[in-house]
């Protein structure tokens, strides 16, 4: 195993981290709502749109910020090594998987687990260790 450390980004990875935490305390403290993406997107779509101004602001934004980063010279690239039919694939199952866990990795993750929810520490776990399992299984039992 090697560890690519021209991709190791300690200082920006806590900068990132910093400021996802202010945006949720920001959200909940100002707006008494969780900043958790797929509540926030779902809410958009959803029957009851009297609240749409603050979730499309905050998805605008959520958008906007990357290429904002870009525009300052911080390119955001990611290299990924799937066709078309992987991505849609993975898309439908992390979809699928949002409805069962009632929210997503921002939400239960940043959000839920700052809140004390054992709810949301079980989804994160879960999250975590399919992920990792993913991985072990495509890179060491089937040789990707």
């Known amino acids: ?16 981290g910093l400021v ?19 509540g926030i997107l779902g809410g958009l779509l959803g029957q009851q749109r009297a609240d749409a101004g603050w979730r499309i602001a905050f998805l605008a934004g959520l958008v906007s910020a990357s290429a904002l980063a870009s525009w300052f010279g911080r390119p955001l690239a990611a ?3 799937a066709g078309w039919s992987e991505i849609l694939i993975a898309g439908f199952l992390v979809g699928l ?9 921002s939400g239960h993750g940043v959000c839920g687990i700052s809140r004390g929810s ?13 992920g990792f399992l993913t991985v072990f299984v495509i890179r060491h039992l089937l040789g990707a």
């Open 1 to 16: 195993m090697s560890i690519d450390f021209a991709g190791f980004t300690p200082g920006g990875s806590l900068t990132g």
């Open 20 to 38: 996802i935490g202010a945006a949720a305390a920001v959200l909940v403290l100002f707006n008494g709502r969780i900043a958790g993406i797929s």
């Open 79 to 81: 290299d990924i090594q």
């Open 97 to 105: 998987g949002t409805r069962y866990a009632s929210g997503c990795t």
């Open 118 to 130: 054992i709810r949301s520490l079980v989804a994160t776990a879960t999250f975590m260790a399919s």
